[in-house]
Protein backbone atom coordinates (compact mmCIF):
# COMPACT_ATOMS: atom_id res chain seq x y z
CA UNK A 1 0.00 0.00 0.00
CA UNK A 2 1.43 3.16 -0.99
CA UNK A 3 1.68 5.82 1.83
CA UNK A 4 0.30 9.26 1.44
CA UNK A 5 2.29 12.77 1.78
CA UNK A 6 1.70 16.14 1.53
CA UNK A 7 1.95 17.47 -2.16
CA UNK A 8 6.08 17.32 -3.52
CA UNK A 9 6.94 16.48 0.16
CA UNK A 10 8.83 12.47 -0.96
CA UNK A 11 10.03 12.01 -4.02
CA UNK A 12 10.78 9.07 -6.11
CA UNK A 13 14.67 7.31 -5.12
CA UNK A 14 15.15 8.07 -9.15
CA UNK A 15 15.55 11.33 -11.44
CA UNK A 16 16.26 11.69 -14.89
CA UNK A 17 19.26 14.65 -15.80
CA UNK A 18 20.95 15.96 -18.75
CA UNK A 19 23.52 18.97 -19.62
CA UNK A 20 23.76 21.89 -22.58
CA UNK A 21 26.81 23.87 -22.97
CA UNK A 22 27.64 26.65 -25.63
CA UNK A 23 29.88 24.06 -27.21
CA UNK A 24 28.39 21.41 -26.79
CA UNK A 25 24.73 21.50 -27.16
CA UNK A 26 22.64 19.01 -25.47
CA UNK A 27 25.06 16.00 -24.50
CA UNK A 28 23.89 12.68 -25.23
CA UNK A 29 20.72 11.63 -23.95
CA UNK A 30 18.72 11.79 -20.59
CA UNK A 31 20.44 10.16 -18.05
CA UNK A 32 18.40 7.85 -14.96
CA UNK A 33 20.24 8.72 -11.70
CA UNK A 34 19.44 7.80 -7.95
CA UNK A 35 17.64 10.56 -6.84
CA UNK A 36 20.29 13.06 -4.50
CA UNK A 37 21.67 16.22 -3.65
CA UNK A 38 23.50 18.47 -6.46
CA UNK A 39 26.85 20.38 -5.72
CA UNK A 40 26.81 23.82 -7.59
CA UNK A 41 28.73 27.32 -7.11
CA UNK A 42 27.56 29.67 -5.20
CA UNK A 43 27.36 31.74 -8.16
CA UNK A 44 25.37 29.72 -10.17
CA UNK A 45 23.59 31.94 -12.69
CA UNK A 46 20.11 30.45 -12.15
CA UNK A 47 20.36 31.33 -8.56
CA UNK A 48 21.01 35.25 -9.17
CA UNK A 49 19.28 35.81 -12.41
CA UNK A 50 16.48 33.57 -12.53
CA UNK A 51 16.50 31.46 -15.42
CA UNK A 52 14.92 28.36 -14.14
CA UNK A 53 11.57 27.16 -16.28
CA UNK A 54 9.47 24.18 -15.38
CA UNK A 55 6.55 21.75 -16.32
CA UNK A 56 4.07 19.72 -13.99
CA UNK A 57 2.67 16.52 -16.08
CA UNK A 58 1.18 13.31 -14.62
CA UNK A 59 1.60 9.52 -15.31
CA UNK A 60 -1.59 7.08 -14.31
CA UNK A 61 -2.09 3.43 -13.94
CA UNK A 62 -4.86 2.37 -16.16
CA UNK A 63 -7.17 -0.14 -15.53
CA UNK A 64 -5.77 -2.42 -17.66
CA UNK A 65 -2.79 -2.59 -15.65
CA UNK A 66 -0.22 -0.22 -18.11
CA UNK A 67 1.13 2.80 -17.61
CA UNK A 68 0.37 6.01 -19.38
CA UNK A 69 2.01 10.07 -19.44
CA UNK A 70 -1.31 12.33 -20.26
CA UNK A 71 0.18 14.54 -23.04
CA UNK A 72 3.38 15.20 -22.47
CA UNK A 73 3.89 16.42 -26.24
CA UNK A 74 2.70 19.41 -25.21
CA UNK A 75 4.06 20.14 -22.14
CA UNK A 76 7.21 19.39 -23.95
CA UNK A 77 6.30 22.04 -26.44
CA UNK A 78 5.21 24.40 -23.68
CA UNK A 79 8.55 23.62 -21.89
CA UNK A 80 10.47 25.20 -24.84
CA UNK A 81 8.23 28.02 -25.34
CA UNK A 82 9.13 28.72 -21.66
CA UNK A 83 12.90 28.42 -22.16
CA UNK A 84 12.78 30.66 -25.29
CA UNK A 85 11.11 32.98 -23.39
CA UNK A 86 14.22 33.55 -20.72
CA UNK A 87 16.33 32.95 -23.62
CA UNK A 88 17.10 29.11 -22.39
CA UNK A 89 18.27 26.44 -24.76
CA UNK A 90 15.24 24.27 -25.79
CA UNK A 91 14.82 21.39 -25.21
CA UNK A 92 14.18 18.76 -28.39
CA UNK A 93 10.60 17.15 -27.68
CA UNK A 94 12.12 13.71 -28.18
CA UNK A 95 14.45 14.26 -25.20
CA UNK A 96 11.80 15.56 -23.14
CA UNK A 97 9.43 12.64 -24.06
CA UNK A 98 12.67 10.17 -23.94
CA UNK A 99 12.98 11.45 -20.16
CA UNK A 100 9.36 10.88 -19.56
CA UNK A 101 9.64 7.13 -20.53
CA UNK A 102 12.89 6.55 -18.36
CA UNK A 103 11.18 7.84 -15.10
CA UNK A 104 7.99 6.50 -15.85
CA UNK A 105 9.51 3.66 -16.32
CA UNK A 106 11.20 3.21 -12.87
CA UNK A 107 8.88 5.18 -11.18
CA UNK A 108 5.51 3.82 -11.95
CA UNK A 109 5.87 0.50 -10.23
CA UNK A 110 4.75 3.03 -7.10
CA UNK A 111 1.81 2.86 -8.37
CA UNK A 112 -0.65 0.82 -7.07
CA UNK A 113 -3.53 -0.85 -9.44
CA UNK A 114 -6.07 -0.53 -6.51
CA UNK A 115 -5.87 2.97 -6.21
CA UNK A 116 -7.03 5.12 -9.08
CA UNK A 117 -6.85 8.38 -7.39
CA UNK A 118 -2.82 8.35 -6.74
CA UNK A 119 -0.73 9.19 -9.89
CA UNK A 120 2.84 9.88 -10.31
CA UNK A 121 3.40 13.82 -11.08
CA UNK A 122 6.40 14.63 -12.95
CA UNK A 123 8.43 17.77 -12.26
CA UNK A 124 10.78 19.01 -15.11
CA UNK A 125 13.18 21.93 -14.65
CA UNK A 126 15.66 23.59 -16.63
CA UNK A 127 18.16 25.90 -14.64
CA UNK A 128 21.04 27.80 -15.32
CA UNK A 129 23.82 26.04 -14.37
CA UNK A 130 26.69 28.14 -15.39
CA UNK A 131 29.11 29.49 -12.42
CA UNK A 132 29.24 33.21 -13.27
CA UNK A 133 27.56 36.41 -12.87
CA UNK A 134 27.72 37.81 -15.95
CA UNK A 135 25.04 39.77 -16.66
CA UNK A 136 23.82 37.38 -19.94
CA UNK A 137 22.51 34.32 -20.81
CA UNK A 138 24.34 31.54 -19.26
CA UNK A 139 26.30 29.36 -21.13
CA UNK A 140 25.80 25.75 -19.61
CA UNK A 141 21.85 24.37 -18.69
CA UNK A 142 21.56 21.75 -16.17
CA UNK A 143 17.51 19.37 -17.12
CA UNK A 144 16.29 17.47 -14.64
CA UNK A 145 13.14 15.63 -13.53
CA UNK A 146 12.06 14.53 -10.82
CA UNK A 147 8.65 13.23 -9.31
CA UNK A 148 6.62 11.58 -6.42
CA UNK A 149 3.59 9.73 -6.02
CA UNK A 150 0.59 12.10 -4.96
CA UNK A 151 -3.47 11.95 -4.70
CA UNK A 152 -5.67 15.67 -5.14
CA UNK A 153 -4.00 18.73 -4.56
CA UNK A 154 -6.74 20.20 -2.19
CA UNK A 155 -7.73 17.09 -1.04
CA UNK A 156 -8.47 13.22 -2.87
CA UNK A 157 -12.44 14.56 -3.19
CA UNK A 158 -14.00 16.95 -5.27
CA UNK A 159 -14.10 19.80 -2.22
CA UNK A 160 -15.08 22.91 -3.60
CA UNK A 161 -12.73 25.63 -2.39
CA UNK A 162 -12.90 29.63 -1.56
CA UNK A 163 -11.37 32.31 -3.49
CA UNK A 164 -10.25 35.65 -2.69
CA UNK A 165 -9.82 38.04 -5.25
CA UNK A 166 -6.80 40.42 -5.31
CA UNK A 167 -6.83 43.98 -5.67
CA UNK A 168 -3.07 44.57 -4.30
CA UNK A 169 -0.96 42.45 -6.46
CA UNK A 170 -0.68 41.98 -10.25
CA UNK A 171 0.45 38.25 -11.36
CA UNK A 172 1.87 39.06 -14.76
CA UNK A 173 2.00 42.59 -16.98
CA UNK A 174 1.64 42.43 -21.18
CA UNK A 175 4.89 41.43 -22.53
CA UNK A 176 6.19 39.79 -19.12
CA UNK A 177 6.35 36.20 -18.59
CA UNK A 178 2.82 35.22 -17.71
CA UNK A 179 2.35 33.08 -20.45
CA UNK A 180 5.44 30.59 -19.51
CA UNK A 181 6.43 28.45 -16.41
CA UNK A 182 8.91 30.56 -14.82
CA UNK A 183 9.92 29.91 -11.55
CA UNK A 184 9.80 34.13 -10.88
CA UNK A 185 6.05 34.17 -11.75
CA UNK A 186 5.23 31.25 -8.72
CA UNK A 187 7.25 33.25 -6.11
CA UNK A 188 5.71 36.88 -6.83
CA UNK A 189 2.46 35.15 -6.19
CA UNK A 190 3.11 33.65 -1.92
CA UNK A 191 1.85 37.31 -0.69
CA UNK A 192 -1.30 37.36 -2.36
CA UNK A 193 -1.74 33.45 -1.62
CA UNK A 194 -1.12 34.43 1.93
CA UNK A 195 -3.26 37.14 2.20
CA UNK A 196 -5.82 34.47 0.71
CA UNK A 197 -5.31 32.20 3.60
CA UNK A 198 -5.29 34.93 5.98
CA UNK A 199 -9.04 35.74 4.73
CA UNK A 200 -9.78 32.47 5.13
CA UNK A 201 -9.69 31.21 1.86
CA UNK A 202 -7.82 28.35 -0.15
CA UNK A 203 -6.70 30.87 -2.79
CA UNK A 204 -6.37 33.79 -4.44
CA UNK A 205 -8.28 34.87 -8.06
CA UNK A 206 -5.83 37.10 -10.57
CA UNK A 207 -7.54 40.40 -11.89
CA UNK A 208 -5.90 41.36 -15.11
CA UNK A 209 -2.97 43.87 -14.69
CA UNK A 210 -4.02 46.80 -16.17
CA UNK A 211 -7.88 47.64 -15.33
CA UNK A 212 -7.77 44.88 -12.36
CA UNK A 213 -11.42 44.27 -13.61
CA UNK A 214 -11.52 41.51 -16.03
CA UNK A 215 -10.57 37.97 -13.74
CA UNK A 216 -7.64 35.90 -15.63
CA UNK A 217 -6.92 33.16 -13.13
CA UNK A 218 -6.91 31.42 -9.84
CA UNK A 219 -3.63 30.54 -7.91
CA UNK A 220 -1.74 28.82 -11.01
CA UNK A 221 -4.71 27.45 -12.70
CA UNK A 222 -7.43 28.23 -15.08
CA UNK A 223 -10.54 29.29 -14.13
CA UNK A 224 -13.78 27.93 -15.87
CA UNK A 225 -17.55 30.08 -15.70
CA UNK A 226 -20.79 28.07 -16.75
CA UNK A 227 -23.74 29.54 -17.35
CA UNK A 228 -27.31 28.10 -17.44
CA UNK A 229 -27.47 24.19 -17.08
CA UNK A 230 -28.26 21.19 -18.23
CA UNK A 231 -27.43 20.27 -21.83
CA UNK A 232 -27.63 23.52 -22.89
CA UNK A 233 -25.07 24.73 -20.58
CA UNK A 234 -22.12 27.09 -21.73
CA UNK A 235 -18.81 26.25 -20.61
CA UNK A 236 -16.43 30.02 -20.52
CA UNK A 237 -12.99 30.41 -19.86
CA UNK A 238 -10.98 33.85 -20.29
CA UNK A 239 -9.24 34.39 -23.25
CA UNK A 240 -5.53 34.12 -23.62
CA UNK A 241 -4.08 37.45 -23.40
CA UNK A 242 -0.32 36.73 -22.79
CA UNK A 243 -0.87 37.23 -19.15
CA UNK A 244 -1.80 34.01 -17.85
CA UNK A 245 -0.91 30.26 -18.44
CA UNK A 246 -2.01 28.26 -21.85
CA UNK A 247 -2.90 25.30 -19.23
CA UNK A 248 -2.77 21.60 -21.09
CA UNK A 249 -6.03 20.68 -19.07
CA UNK A 250 -7.54 24.13 -20.27
CA UNK A 251 -7.07 23.14 -23.71
CA UNK A 252 -8.38 19.63 -22.82
CA UNK A 253 -11.69 20.56 -21.10
CA UNK A 254 -12.25 23.09 -23.87
CA UNK A 255 -11.89 20.01 -26.06
CA UNK A 256 -14.20 17.62 -23.71
CA UNK A 257 -16.65 20.32 -22.81
CA UNK A 258 -17.35 20.80 -27.00
CA UNK A 259 -17.26 16.74 -27.34
CA UNK A 260 -20.61 16.62 -25.06
CA UNK A 261 -22.57 19.18 -26.41
CA UNK A 262 -21.58 22.04 -24.50
CA UNK A 263 -21.18 25.80 -25.82
CA UNK A 264 -17.80 26.76 -25.32
CA UNK A 265 -16.08 29.96 -25.17
CA UNK A 266 -13.30 32.03 -24.35
CA UNK A 267 -14.89 35.19 -23.00
CA UNK A 268 -13.75 37.77 -20.50
CA UNK A 269 -15.20 38.05 -17.35
CA UNK A 270 -15.33 40.64 -14.77
CA UNK A 271 -15.13 40.37 -11.22
CA UNK A 272 -18.64 42.46 -11.14
CA UNK A 273 -20.19 39.51 -13.71
CA UNK A 274 -18.92 36.69 -11.66
CA UNK A 275 -20.76 38.18 -8.38
CA UNK A 276 -24.11 39.91 -10.38
CA UNK A 277 -24.48 36.81 -12.77
CA UNK A 278 -23.40 34.04 -9.38
CA UNK A 279 -26.42 35.93 -7.24
CA UNK A 280 -28.80 36.11 -10.23
CA UNK A 281 -28.23 32.34 -10.97
CA UNK A 282 -27.14 33.10 -14.86
CA UNK A 283 -23.47 31.36 -13.89
CA UNK A 284 -24.19 28.14 -12.30
CA UNK A 285 -20.87 26.75 -11.70
CA UNK A 286 -17.45 28.04 -11.44
CA UNK A 287 -14.18 25.97 -11.35
CA UNK A 288 -10.36 25.70 -11.73
CA UNK A 289 -8.38 23.43 -13.42
CA UNK A 290 -4.57 22.53 -13.44
CA UNK A 291 -2.29 19.08 -13.90
CA UNK A 292 -2.11 18.98 -9.72
CA UNK A 293 -5.43 19.30 -8.84
CA UNK A 294 -7.47 18.58 -12.21
CA UNK A 295 -10.69 19.84 -11.72
CA UNK A 296 -12.08 22.01 -8.69
CA UNK A 297 -14.85 23.41 -7.85
CA UNK A 298 -15.67 26.81 -6.49
CA UNK A 299 -18.05 27.05 -3.83
CA UNK A 300 -17.61 31.03 -2.73
CA UNK A 301 -15.77 34.25 -3.52
CA UNK A 302 -14.87 37.31 -1.53
CA UNK A 303 -14.13 40.52 -2.57
CA UNK A 304 -13.25 42.75 0.22
CA UNK A 305 -16.18 42.55 2.39
CA UNK A 306 -17.87 41.47 -0.67
CA UNK A 307 -18.65 37.60 -0.64
CA UNK A 308 -21.04 35.43 -2.73
CA UNK A 309 -21.78 31.56 -3.47
CA UNK A 310 -21.95 30.16 -6.54
CA UNK A 311 -24.91 27.82 -7.01
CA UNK A 312 -25.69 25.78 -4.33
CA UNK A 313 -21.82 26.30 -2.74
CA UNK A 314 -21.32 22.61 -4.01
CA UNK A 315 -19.97 20.76 -7.02
CA UNK A 316 -22.30 21.62 -9.95
CA UNK A 317 -22.96 18.75 -12.24
CA UNK A 318 -21.25 20.30 -15.17
CA UNK A 319 -18.15 20.18 -13.45
CA UNK A 320 -18.22 16.61 -12.59
CA UNK A 321 -18.97 15.46 -15.63
CA UNK A 322 -15.84 17.30 -16.75
CA UNK A 323 -14.07 16.12 -13.98
CA UNK A 324 -15.01 12.27 -14.38
CA UNK A 325 -14.34 12.55 -17.97
CA UNK A 326 -10.97 13.98 -17.57
CA UNK A 327 -10.15 11.31 -15.11
CA UNK A 328 -11.60 8.23 -16.88
CA UNK A 329 -9.32 9.25 -20.11
CA UNK A 330 -6.30 9.43 -17.17
CA UNK A 331 -7.44 6.16 -15.81
CA UNK A 332 -7.97 4.13 -19.54
CA UNK A 333 -12.09 3.61 -18.89
CA UNK A 334 -12.54 6.17 -22.01
CA UNK A 335 -11.20 5.61 -25.36
CA UNK A 336 -8.20 8.30 -26.13
CA UNK A 337 -9.55 9.69 -29.30
CA UNK A 338 -6.76 12.04 -29.68
CA UNK A 339 -3.52 10.49 -28.73
CA UNK A 340 -3.27 11.88 -25.54
CA UNK A 341 -1.77 8.99 -23.64
CA UNK A 342 1.84 8.08 -24.00
CA UNK A 343 2.16 4.41 -23.06
CA UNK A 344 5.33 4.18 -20.71
CA UNK A 345 8.15 0.85 -20.59
CA UNK A 346 8.35 -0.61 -17.60
CA UNK A 347 12.07 -0.43 -16.11
CA UNK A 348 14.22 -2.75 -18.30
CA UNK A 349 12.04 -2.85 -21.09
CA UNK A 350 14.39 -0.12 -23.17
CA UNK A 351 14.41 2.80 -20.83
CA UNK A 352 17.46 4.48 -20.88
CA UNK A 353 20.22 3.77 -17.76
Excluded at 4 to 12: I, K, L, S
Excluded at 44 to 69: C, I, N, P, S
Amino acid sequence: MTTRHGFGERFTDHMVMLEWTADHGWAGRPRLLPFGTLAFSPATAGLHYGQVVFEGLKAHRRQDGTLAAFRPDAHARRFRQSARRLAMPELPDKLFLEAVDAFVGRGGELLPVDDPTLSLYLRPVLFASEPCLALRPAREYTFLLMGFVTGGFFSDQPDPVSVLVTRDFSRAAPGGTGQVKCAGNYAGAFLAQRAAADAGCHQVVWLDPVEHRWIEEMGGMNLFFVRGTGPAAEVVTPPLTGTLLPGVTRDTLLTLAAQRGFTVREERISVDQWRSHSESGVITETFACGTAALVTPVGEAHDGDDRWLIGSGKPGPVTMELRDALCDLHQGRAVDRHGWLRACAVAGDGAPA
